[in-house]
């Protein structure tokens, strides 16, 4: 290729993120932030809902489209790996502020599935930091979902000592449980606080308890489940965030799947006057703006497409950040680079820089 200039080819240059044991390069604003400009008007207040930050606990979101949780059942006893490290990688670098890693088993009969994440003993916390590290590096962040699945836990030959808070089985394909006492409910309580302990030394900023679907906890609200009476109590046990989702608790239960179809159960607890509740679903801003929702989860569009947060400020007008290292493809089109105009990389750097200038006011992680 020859000798050129360290500015021939452009002058960006990427800067290590402090802290980690290799060299990661650090996304000098978190992607997926508004970028700001009040001479046009275009300010926090103004900004499409998606893109205005959220702060909970002292802790700020730079945009609520986010990605719920996905159990990916690809776990070998229970540790994650570099297919973990990739698969929510993705996301980090494409913008989505808070990033669920799937739900960990807390205790070993709490397992869903043979391959499910674990969080059973100190030895899991490397193999989640690396997860986590990555994110972090990408100025995102991350929460896991610590899950004990009761009597759907797994079924067929692979169930063993399965607990519930019924010895009914969730159907016939399903192990019959033993009821828990009292003192499995305590060892259990104990084991979830152990797991939050190990995602917290692996970096986790926000713990999620899965509390939905069936699963051990939800198990124990209430066969009718009367979700509008039980979130105002955990409410006030201090939870901050309520994911909200629905089936899988009753086998009765007949969920009918379309375009926002989580969104109405969503409402109803927004609707209680809760701060910060939020759901899930597809049609982002339609949910933000009508103010059905706090916050959107997205699942399945993030598996198909990394790139919702962009599509969704590319639908919405909202000049957004994008890859530092991707300045020369960004999602918006207004910078085209020929392979004949190389040398005029400083360009996309200058239009970098500016995008960061612009955004001073709401840089979130320096
Ligand atoms: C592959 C896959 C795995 C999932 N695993 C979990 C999970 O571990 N915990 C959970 O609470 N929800 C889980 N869900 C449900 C999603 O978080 C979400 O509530 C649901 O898919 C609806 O959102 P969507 O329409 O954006 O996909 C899963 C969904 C999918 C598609």
Not at 85 to 97: E, F, I, K, N, T
Not at 128 to 147: E, R
Not at 235 to 263: H, M, N, P
Not at 343 to 364: C, L, R, W, Y
């Amino acid at each position: 290729m020859g000798e050129f200039s360290e500015n021939q080819y452009t002058d960006f240059r990427s800067v290590a993120v402090d802290g980690l044991l290799f060299f990661t390069p650090k996304q000098r604003v978190p992607v997926g932030t508004a970028i700001l400009n009040p001479a046009e008007g275009v300010t926090e207040e103004t900004i499409t809902p998606a893109f205005r930050p959220i702060t909970i606990r002292g802790k700020t979101f730079q945009n609520r489209v986010w990605v719920a949780p996905m159990c990916m059942y690809s776990c070998q006893d229970g540790m994650f790996s570099n297919f973990h490290v990739a698969h929510y990688g993705q996301w980090a670098m494409r913008g989505s502020a808070l990033i669920t890693i799937e739900v960990a088993a807390m205790a070993l009969r709490g397992r869903n599935n043979p391959q499910d994440a674990g969080l059973l003993s100190d030895n899991r916390i490397a193999p989640l930091k690396q997860v986590v590290d990555l994110i972090y590096s990408q100025s995102q962040k991350a929460t896991i979902q610590l899950q004990h699945a009761g009597r759907k836990c797994g079924f067929g030959s692979y169930a063993e000592d399965v607990q519930g808070s019924t010895a009914e089985p969730w159907n016939k394909d399903y192990a019959t449980p033993g009821e828990m006492t009292e003192e499995d409910i305590w060892e259990t309580i104990d084991a979830y606080g152990e797991a939050a302990r190990r995602a917290v030394v692996a970096g986790i900023n926000v713990i999620a308890i899965h509390d939905a679907h069936g699963y051990l906890v939800h198990s124990f609200a209430s066969p009718a489940i009367n979700t509008l009476r039980y979130i105002p109590i955990l409410s006030a046990e201090g939870v901050d965030l309520f994911d909200i989702s629905s089936g899988g608790t009753d086998r009765r239960q007949k969920v009918q799947l379309g375009q926002q179809y989580q969104v109405p159960f969503a409402k109803a607890v927004k609707d209680l006057g809760l701060p910060n509740v939020f759901g899930d679903g597809v049609t982002v801003h339609d949910i933000l703006s009508n103010n059905k929702a706090d916050v959107v989860q997205v699942a399945r569009e993030f598996l198909r497409d990394p790139n919702i947060v962009q599509k969704v400020a590319l639908s919405t007008g909202t000049n957004v950040t994008w890859v530092d290292q991707y300045h020369r493809a960004p999602m918006n089109g207004k910078y085209v680079e020929s392979t004949t105009s190389i040398m005029t990389g400083a360009k996309a750097s200058d239009f970098v820089m500016q995008s960061h200038e612009n955004q001073a006011p709401n840089k979130i992680i320096s």
